[in-house]
């Protein structure tokens, strides 16, 4: 895993970004609740960067 952030439009989701040669791609994964355990949403597509992977994902604001 190259690094996680939690997504700018969907609060209670945060993406793990993973580098397959030289592509990047991430899984969405619904955050942990009291009720529920963590769950892998879906994979994006391969992206040529990180910049391009959070240009269609962004970073919530810290």
Request: net charge positive.
């Amino acid at each position: 895993m190259i690094e996680k952030y939690p997504l700018a439009n969907e609060p209670d989701k945060t993406m793990f970004v993973f580098a397959s040669g030289s592509k990047v791609y991430g899984h969405i994964i619904k955050n942990r609740t009291d009720k529920a355990p963590a769950k892998f949403i879906f994979e994006t597509q391969r992206y040529e960067s990180t910049h391009a992977l959070k240009a269609d994902y962004p970073e919530a604001d810290k």
